[in-house]
């Protein structure tokens, strides 16, 4: 069976040509079609529905809740470390 290839330019050939035209444009145009691209990015958000939204939120703040816990128990062990090393601070 026969492969049909395609003639594509490397990757080098399109990174010039597209430094070739950002050149050739102005800033106004180089802001036009950033907006342009921000506005069709935009238009393929999708909103999640009230239950994934609350699925999503309550996956978040487990996860908070998790990463707190680690933290808190790195900094008790750490502090312990400490202390045991230097001893406990004068004056306190």
Known sequence: MARKVIDEPSE????NAKKDR?????PLAGLIVFLKQVVGELKKVVTPTRKELFSYTGVVL?????MMAIV?????LFSFIVIF??????GG
């Not at 080098?12 to 990174?15: P, T």
């Not at 487990?62 to 998790?66: D, L, Q, R, S």
């Open 85 to 90: 090393v230097f001893g406990t601070p004068a």
């Open 12 to 15: 080098e050939v399109v990174a």
């Open 22 to 26: 950002a050149a050739r444009r102005g």
């Open 72 to 76: 808190y128990g790195l900094d008790q």
């Open 62 to 66: 487990v996860f908070v809740v998790i």
